[in-house]
């Protein structure tokens, strides 16, 4: 008996696979669920991004209105294609920066100062609409995120872009106009008062500009080796313009060295621009491809999490399918052996347990009573197939033996063995099972038989004599013609049928068979081949002496007469003989000749003995 065991023991296909498949859903849902935060996030910080590039646009655009109003002049940006050209472009900035408030509405603000001056030339129209392009960069720079945080080195060029570089710019040219104001003439006190402070103005702006460039030199070399010149141009420019302007305010102005002075200043302020425009797009796009790359690693890792969650179910789910397959293995084998044991005590046939060396361990009671012996050896000893089982290299080993019991009668069995394993069977290597077959091998024996020999005379029939004759042409006493086949007929036999009927043909028939033996060495075999025919063969025959004389007691013990319930009847025979050649390779080819010669006998009178005489050689 087995004790029960403490643990919780499920049938195969009722384990708990509800908490696994509980357990994988909750990792599932996890994993997701940090996974659409981890993409929420960065597809947001896509938007914001995306963001600060309409921003730049519009920016960069601005600014280079603001160059474009520079370089017209107080008197003539009003009328200039060029700055109308700007406002256009944008004025489509603005339209493409639906989710940014104020783009439009700065660029009306913008219009409005244009077409003010339009009206008005002047320089304080002029004024109004640097202002307005000044609060129309700031404004959309913050608004954008594009100069939000000073510490990221896209906002930092960002920030570099805004307010600084174009206040700069605007505080220089208002210089410049205020300083070329008076031509030739040396400026009023007023104006030089006015020049000094939108230098300083433009020389605080500076300061700024250059921490935000230091920066982002700082955090990334490619942007000093991009920005450097074009920097370094634009502030000789600038300092250029002030010495010019400090002449101009010292009482020693040139007309024609403001206007050079100035015109530099707005084209390397321009190249300064567009490569500062130029590199803040790259590190946002650059921005936009990380995140794009951090959208398809969480989708990855999702994916991988996921994967790795069901792995996790799998492999629970397996161990406990395997769990329960070996307990489900363990009772069945323990029923199975359980289930042997009973059939091994209670079958009527024999049931033997072998070892290795095919030695009996153990045999049941039907066994004992089947041979008459208590553990009785099934296998002999050193049996070279039996050590093929024991070895794996065959499945099943049959064969029948012979034994003797102690009351001396006889007993054939049929053994099957069979190669077993397993902890349970200990020394055990294979079962055998023991049938008694001796009635069959009886019945086998009646009726092979039947099959081979006549019924009437119990003599070998013609099939069996033909198979004789044959493996006597293929052995080396055929090849020498050592043998000799005599065909017998019966004269006269079908009178004896027509006269006193079959049964007492019968008799006839059983009568002459006899005399046939007697008259017949006992190595030769007698045959019945049909109706009256016999055949007879003779081996170990040196020519026709031997023969001959076989043939010659055949026909003195057939001559003589044969009494059937007081009738007396005689059947001489007329008998052919064949000497064996080596030319004969068939035994019909044999006979065939002994019964023309047996005809022959006949033609003659019949009662007589004639030897087939071969062709002779041509």
């Known amino acids: 008996m087995h004790g029960r065991t403490g643990h919780r023991s499920y049938p195969l296909g009722r384990a708990p696979f509800g908490g696994i498949a509980l357990l994988a859903f909750v990792l599932v849902s996890v994993i997701g669920g940090y996974a659409v935060w981890q993409y929420r996030d960065s597809a947001l910080a896509t938007i914001a991004v995306e963001r600060e590039i309409r921003g730049l646009d519009f920016v960069t655009q601005a600014m280079t209105t603001l160059v474009d109003w520079g ?12 700055v109308e050209a700007d406002l256009a472009n944008l004025e489509r900035a603005a339209a493409a920066m639906p989710d940014v ?60 872009l805004d307010n600084p570089l174009a206040l700069e710019f605007e505080r220089l040219n208002a210089a410049f106009e205020t300083a070329s104001a008076s ?60 010495a010019a302007m400090a002449e101009a305010t010292a009482g020693r102005p040139s007309p024609r060295a403001l206007d050079t002075a100035h015109a530099r200043l707005v084209a390397s302020t321009a190249r300064f621009t567009s490569a500062l425009a130029d590199s803040v797009r790259k590190l946002l796009e650059q921005r936009l491809v990380a995140l794009e790359r951090d959208r398809v690693a969480i989708v990855v890792q999702c994916a991988l999490g996921i994967l790795l969650s069901f792995l996790v179910a799998f492999l629970i789910a397996r161990d406990v399918i395997r769990r329960q397959r070996r307990a489900l293995f363990r009772a069945q084998r323990d029923s199975a052996a359980e289930h042997f044991r009973t059939v091994f005590e209670r079958s009527p046939m024999g049931i033997a347990m072998l070892d290795a060396e095919g030695a009996t361990i153990e045999s049941n009671a039907g066994l004992g009573r089947m041979l008459d012996a208590r553990e009785p050896r099934i296998v002999p000893d050193g049996d070279p197939e039996y050590a093929e089982l024991v070895e794996g290299r065959v499945a099943l080993y049959r064969f029948e033996r012979h034994w003797t019991r102690s009351d001396g009668t006889s007993l ?120 009256d025919e016999f055949g007879l063969l003779l081996v170990g025959v040196d020519g026709m002496r031997v023969a001959g004389g076989v043939a010659e007691r055949v026909q003195e013990e057939l001559r003589a007469p044969i009494f059937i319930d007081g009738h007396r009847v005689f059947v001489a025979p007329s008998i052919g003989i064949v000497l064996g050649d080596p030319r004969y390779t068939r035994a019909e080819d044999v006979l065939r000749d002994a019964d023309s010669a047996m005809y022959k006998a006949k033609s003659l009178g019949g009662s007589r003995s004639v030897a087939f005489e071969y062709p002779a050689a041509s």
């Open 412 to 531: 054939w069995a049929e053994v099957t063995v069979s190669p077993v394993g397993g902890p349970h069977f200990g020394h055990v290597v294979a079962i055998a099972m023991v049938q008694d077959v001796t009635e069959r091998r009886a019945s086998d024996a009646t009726l092979r038989f039947a099959a081979t020999h006549d019924a009437l005379t119990a003599l070998p029939n013609r099939t069996e004599f033909m198979r004789h004759l044959n493996e006597v042409i293929a052995s080396e006493t055929g090849a020498g013609g050592r043998y000799a086949v005599l065909f017998i007929d019966l004269d006269e036999f079908k009178a004896v049928n027509d006269r006193l009927g079959h049964l007492a043909g019968d008799r006839v028939l059983e009568t002459a068979a006899e005399r046939i033996r007697k008259a017949s060495r006992a190595s030769d075999l007698v045959a019945r081949f049909h109706g």
């Open 183 to 242: 031509g030739a003439n040396a400026p009023s006190i007023p104006q030089r008062l006015t020049v000094a402070g939108q230098i300083g103005a433009a020389e605080t702006a500076s300061a700024p500009l250059a921490v935000d460039l230091r920066g982002a030199f700082a955090a990334d070399g490619s942007a000093r080796a991009r920005l450097d010149a074009p920097w370094a141009q634009e502030e000789a420019s600038a300092a250029r313009l002030r």
């Open 71 to 82: 370089g017209a002049g107080a008197k003539e940006f009003a009328t200039s294609p060029r």
């Open 101 to 160: 408030n104020g783009a439009a509405g700065s660029v009306a603000v913008i219009r409005q100062a244009r077409d003010a001056a339009r009206a008005n030339p002047g320089p304080a129209a002029s004024a109004a609409f640097g202002e307005a392009v000044l609060d129309a960069i700031a404004r959309i720079a913050d608004a954008s995120g594009l100069a939000f945080d000073p510490q990221g080195e896209p906002n930092a060029l960002g920030d570099a």
